[in-house]
Structures are given as C-alpha cells and as structure tokens.
C-alpha cells in the first residue's frame, strides 16, 4: 500500500508540473520575445506586465468551435494532438529533478527517452495526413524528413554522455557527472540541443509550419482546443529538451549552496531562455539547409564527440 502511494504521489507531482511548466514556457516566450523585439504586446490581463494573458488565450482556445474539415479522416484527426501532446507527460516520467527525485528509475532510461520523443513527431504527421489538406501534407512530410535527419545526431550524441558515464540511467549519469565533462562534452552538448529543436521543428528549424508558405503545415485544419493541445505539446517539449541537457551535459542537480532540485530548474529555466533566443535571432533555415546543417554539420560533429569520449575512456581506464 505505501509503494502504491508513493507511485500516485509521484505521478501527481508530474503531472502538475507537466501542466504549469509549459505554461510558465509559453508566457516567457511571449514576454521575453516582446522585449526582445521592442514590442510589449498585451499588458492588461491579470494586471501587472499582463502575466494572465496566456491563462486568457486558453480561454478563448476553449470557447471556439472544433471544425472537422469535410474530407478529414475524422479518427485519426482528432487522436492526433493527443500523440503529439502525451509522449513528452511520459518522458517527464524518468527525467530525475533531485537525489531521489525521479518518477521511474529505469536501467535503459536513456534508450526510453529517446524513443518515446520520437513519437510525438508522428502526431503531426498523422494530422498533416488526415486533414485532407495539401498544406497539411506538405507540412507532415517535411516533419517526417526532418525527424530522419535530426534523429541520427540527437542519438549520437546522447550515446557519448551514456559512454562517458557507463550507465544508461538518467540518475545515474547524473551521479556520475563531474564539472571537467562541461567542455569535454560540448560538441555534443550544442549537437543534441540543437538536433532536440529540429525535433520541436522550433525556429529556425519550423519548414514543416512555415507560415508564410504553407500556412501553419500540419496544424491547419485545426481549432479551438485541438490547435492548443498542439501549441502545449510545444511548450512541453521544449521543458522536456532543457530538462534533458540539463540532466545529461550540465550535471543536472549538482552545484554548490543551493538545493539539488533548485539547480536542476535554474538549468531548465536558462535553456528555455535559450529556445526564445535562438528563435528571436535566427530566421528560418531553407529545407536544402536544414537537411545539409544535419548531415553535414551535425552528424560528422556528433561521431568525433563519441571518437574522443572513447579516447578519454580509455586514457582514462
């Protein structure tokens, strides 16, 4: 009976924090981005700096009508947000906060994570199917392209840290962990975090919305709450992106003074911070650089991190 309580108490925890902290995600975008751009945006909701504006957007998602285009396939149109949204509730399940703070200790966790974001980018190739939309399946092919070209680099370089620690649990990488890792895993540091965006199709990596061409890609034919289960699966994946670096190639809850969990939310909230930049800075990658940006770039960067982390492991042995 105790076992099965700590389990629901776990599970709750997370899932609370799967349901604020995209919004907290969302709402910074929005204000960071006004500042950034000199542009404040909406400031009355809620009263100081507007800080409801997001709470007052998911109000309005709510109260519009859920359209089902005419030649929509109706089932695998409305499962869609859902495969898109839950895979990252699941990831959230094994990704350690804390010493001991972790939903499931997993002995493969590693393998377990990279698999199950892999998911979530069917949700927007199954909506860009069943819209009967050419848009639509324009913009779930282009996720599909980018999902094999980004996949290959993110694995690589996750397979280095795994090395590195000789464990595929994420606590125990994070347990293994020390602070000369930081520029000995850099390369594969900015390889994962920026393969992690491609998968989020984050600016400048968004060719499968690419508004000003195809509109807004798989996510077209959408509405009202289905469209903002699209938009919180975004948000949550970009938690699930910073809290993965962060427990990888930051040491996750390891830093002096403060508590461990402290560390690890002050890592994620930095990386956030990051994602709005890198969005704010660059403009978006055409499709010929983005496929050449991963294999040129990023997959021979990723293997000479995995060549010299088996150089230092066996200096080091």
Do not use: C
Request: net charge neutral.
């Amino acid at each position: 009976m105790a076992v099965v309580l700590d389990v629901a108490v776990r599970l709750a925890v997370i899932v609370a924090a799967f349901l604020v902290l995209p919004l907290i995600a969302g709402q910074a975008e929005h204000k960071v981005m006004a500042h950034m751009q000199a542009r404040l945006g909406p400031m009355r909701a809620g009263g100081f700096h507007g800080w409801a504006q997001l709470i007052a957007d998911g109000v309005k998602f709510a109260q519009k009508e859920e359209i089902v285009p005419a030649a929509a396939d109706r089932r695998v149109f409305a499962l869609a947000p859902a495969v898109a949204l839950i895979p990252y509730l699941v990831v959230l399940v094994v990704v350690p906060v804390g010493p001991g703070l972790v939903g499931v200790d997993l002995d493969a966790g590693l393998f377990f994570v990279l698999a199950v974001m892999g998911i979530g980018v069917l949700g927007s190739i199954m909506a860009g199917w069943a819209s009967g939309n050419k848009y639509s399946v324009l913009g779930g092919i282009r996720s599909a392209a980018q999902l094999v070209s980004y996949e290959l680099p993110l694995v690589l370089a996750a397979s280095s840290v795994a090395m590195a620690a000789g464990t595929l649990s994420l606590p125990g990488i994070v347990e293994a962990w020390r602070w000369w890792w930081l520029p000995w895993q850099a390369i594969g540091a900015v390889v994962f975090f920026t393969a992690g965006l491609a998968e989020l199709r984050r600016p400048p990596f968004d060719m499968p919305i690419a508004e000003s061409e195809i509109i807004m890609g798989p996510m077209t034919e959408y509405t009202g709450m289905r469209f903002a289960l699209f938009m919180l699966a975004e948000y949550a994946g970009i938690i699930v992106l910073s809290a993965l670096t962060t427990v990888l190639f930051l040491g996750g809850w390891h830093g002096p003074f403060l508590p461990g969990p402290v560390w690890t939310l002050l890592k994620v909230a930095v990386l956030v911070f990051v994602v709005i930049w890198v969005r704010v800075s660059y403009p978006r990658l055409r499709e010929d650089q983005l496929q050449r940006l991963a294999w040129v770039g990023l997959v021979p960067l990723a293997l000479v991190q995995l060549a010299l982390t088996g150089i230092v492991r066996v200096l080091a042995g």
